[in-house]
């Protein structure tokens, strides 16, 4: 685990007391570490250094990546699903990183290293609106002797309208324009409790609305 802080009010990288005291943050080719950013509020004038409280957002999203061009795929990419947002009140996500990819590899090319690269973490609202973020820049190391055989490419941010239609069937109808309906009765709205993340799932029973815990 690589613990990173992250000063919201200057949009950039301290260490753990609010200060510049920092080395240069390093991903290697075909590594999987895992990184553990710390959104805090700095206040040098204060003298004080708080967590901030991400926990509205509901989805988050990490890359990496050498350019800022959109048609182009990351050098590696962390999908919400796997990332860890369960001390998010307390300003905490740990972001699990594939540096094993075929861009990771066509970026660095036989450079043993590359400056120009940077991590961007985003947190997204129920609209799919960012509200938290947080871009650094980092270095990209190349190792002598790689793995043999081809890396695979990041994975994709996007489901296709099949992926989203064989997730649905049998689940959920597009009513009209506006509405959806839960078809399957064992189905339903699955909320994760604020204090404890138990997760229970909505339904209606004899026309009662009820919960039901689930794993």
């Not at 972001?95 to 090319?109: H, K, N, Q, R, Y």
Request: proline share 4%.
């Amino acid at each position: 685990m690589i613990d990173i802080y992250y000063d919201v009010n200057s949009e950039s990288r301290v260490d753990s007391s609010g200060g510049n005291s920092i080395t240069d943050l390093k991903l290697k080719y075909q590594s999987h570490p895992t990184w553990r950013i710390y959104f805090k509020k700095v206040d040098k004038g204060a003298g004080t250094i708080t967590a901030l409280d991400v926990s509205g957002a509901v989805a988050w999203k990490a890359a990496v990546d050498d350019d800022f061009d959109s048609d182009s795929e990351p050098m590696c990419r962390t999908l919400n699903e796997n990332i860890d947002a369960s001390q998010a009140a307390l300003g905490i996500i740990d972001v699990p990183l594939d540096a094993d990819t075929s861009t990771f590899a066509l970026a660095i090319g036989t450079a043993d290293k590359k400056r120009e690269i940077y991590f961007e973490l985003r947190g997204l609202d129920v609209s799919g609106e960012e509200i938290h973020s947080a871009l650094i820049k980092i270095i990209a190391l190349n190792i002598v002797d790689p793995n043999t055989g081809d890396p695979p490419d990041p994975p994709s941010d996007y489901y296709t309208k099949t992926q989203v239609d064989a997730i649905d069937a049998g689940k959920a109808d597009l009513v009209g324009t506006d509405d959806i309906e839960i078809t399957d009765a064992a189905k339903g709205y699955i909320l994760k409790d604020r204090t404890t993340a138990a997760r229970y799932r909505l339904f209606f029973d004899n026309g009662i609305l009820s919960y039901e815990s689930i794993a």
